[in-house]
């Protein structure tokens, strides 16, 4: 019967059982948690700081805050956050993957962040804190691996305090044609590559590449972001569209 076979959702641009893409997304960052870093600047020529920069910039956050940085990895926001809220606030940095919180937990101890930062190995869509924790949530490059991205935005909901925002910055649609037949030839092209000889992995920078056309665009997830109670949704395009930053408030 129909109802028995099991539901598939997309990992890149291949149809797998929905039950199988924790792991198999598990298993692409495994493979590049070492090389992450290198490989983000190498990817984008260093302007990923700068969208993270402008994401700080857009958080509101302040001392004695409390902020959820979700598919933290190697910590870049949990960093800047981290000396923002100062000895009296908290930062978490959670990540589903163990390899990356690893690799996040090293680097930021060797920057002598200690004290105020917690890491959590949680998923995104079941976040295993109290409702009205978070002062500010942000998700960087992380919303488009999630299973149930709906799902996820409830969790989100659910645990920030009123007053609070959310924050997701994710590849997006670029806003013209030109630009994306660009896009798509060094993603499809250049990223393997790259992948291939910085991290002897083409196959995870080829998914990699694949899940950022799988993600919704930007209406799309403003909207997704609407229905589960997120108001005054906003985005803002960034690099032409290649990037976009959400926003969405609690009250």
Request: hydrophobic share 40%; with cysteine.
């Amino acid at each position: 019967m129909q109802d028995d076979q099991k539901k598939t959702t997309d990992f890149g641009f291949k149809e797998i059982p929905t039950d199988e893409k924790v792991q198999a997304v598990a298993q692409v960052f495994h493979s590049v948690a070492a090389k992450y870093d290198i490989m983000n600047d190498l990817m984008s020529g260093g302007i990923h700081r700068l969208w993270k920069r402008h994401t700080i910039s857009q958080s509101g956050v302040r001392a004695g805050n409390c902020v959820l940085d979700i598919a933290g990895g190697t910590g870049d926001l949990t960093l800047k956050f981290s000396r923002l809220v100062g000895s009296q606030g908290q930062v978490i940095l959670a990540d589903i993957n163990d390899s990356m919180l690893k690799v996040g937990r090293d680097k930021l101890a060797n920057q002598g962040i200690v004290g105020n930062v917690k890491f959590v190995q949680a998923n995104a869509e079941a976040l295993p804190f109290p409702d009205d924790t978070f002062d500010c949530i942000t998700i960087a490059f992380g919303l488009r691996n999630v299973t149930d991205k709906s799902k996820a935005l409830a969790s989100m909901y659910r645990v920030l305090k009123p007053g609070g925002r959310l924050l997701v910055l994710e590849f997006s649609k670029p806003e013209s044609d030109l630009l994306s037949q660009v896009y798509d030839q060094y993603s499809f092209r250049l990223l393997p590559a790259m992948g291939k000889l910085i991290a002897n992995d083409a196959d995870s920078y080829r998914y990699l590449a694949e899940s950022i056309r799988m993600h919704p665009d930007q209406e799309t997830l403003k909207g997704m972001m609407e229905e589960v109670g997120f108001e005054r949704a906003s985005y803002q395009n960034l690099t032409g569209g290649i990037v976009a930053l959400h926003k969405g408030f609690k009250f």
